[in-house]
């Protein structure tokens, strides 16, 4: 079980989030949500030691998260990667590789069956030797995914992987989370898609600078949570 308790987040004497408190259980999809600007992506990096909490503490499996960050797998926001840097599809999959092999190390036979498995589960085995600067952005969230994969990680969290992507990657993401989720494994995903797509998730998260709600869908998105979180009506 991953449990948040308390974590707050505080920049230059602003909250950017303050007290959230949520438990998350293996086989399960969370999906956050929230306006721009309510802290999800802080409460993420929060969780994952990326940025500095005020107060808090987050553990897995009842130890510390920063102690097993080799069980994680983190998949941030497309614009936050520079797309300019030199590197093959495949390379950029084998990254998910270095917490079990270490860094500079050669990877072994069983670490390149898992990249070539991860490549062909999200249909980018033909792009292996591409640059990734030069696919669609669809392209590259399949590759991020598949790096994801071949971590083999037990926590997986992922920062708007629907943004700006076609609708055959949407399905793909879609499908490899219930893999995940039928290994037990468990997923924090940012999404703005209130739609048809919530149907996914086991668990809601709605976040504006504090956890307006948590738990199943028919007891979260209520018109009250909703205009609590973004301050008007949203069509569900």
């Not at 497309?78 to 270095?98: A, L």
């Not at 790096?147 to 993401?173: K, S, W």
Request: charged share 25%.
């Amino acid at each position: 079980m991953l449990e948040v308790c308390d974590l707050a987040v505080n920049y230059r004497n602003r909250w950017a989030i303050d007290g959230i408190s949520f438990r998350l259980q293996p086989g399960h999809i969370a999906g956050l949500f929230g306006p721009n600007g309510a802290g999800k992506s802080t409460l993420i990096k929060g969780i994952l030691g990326l940025v500095p909490i005020a107060k808090g503490a987050v553990s897995y499996d009842s130890q510390p998260l920063k102690r097993q960050l080799k069980k994680v797998a983190y998949v941030p926001q497309r614009n936050k990667i520079d797309w300019d840097y030199p590197v093959t599809v495949e390379k950029v999959v084998m990254m998910g590789r270095i917490p079990a092999t270490g860094w500079f190390k050669q990877p072994s036979r069983n670490s390149r069956e898992i990249v070539e498995r991860a490549l062909s589960r999200v249909g980018m085995t033909q792009f292996r030797q591409h640059q990734i600067r030069d696919l669609s952005g669809g392209q590259q969230q399949r590759v991020f995914l598949a790096r994801a994969i071949a971590q083999e990680a037990d926590l997986f969290f992922f920062d708007e992987p629907f943004n700006n992507i076609d609708y055959r990657t949407e399905e793909i993401i879609f499908e490899v989370f219930q893999e995940l989720k039928q290994q037990q494994k468990t997923l924090l995903v940012i999404s703005h898609d209130l739609g048809k797509t919530i149907a996914n998730y086991d668990q809601l998260l709605l976040l504006n600078q504090r956890l307006i709600a948590v738990g199943e869908r028919k007891r979260v998105l209520t018109n009250q949570n909703i205009q609590q979180t973004y301050g008007k009506l949203v069509s569900c």
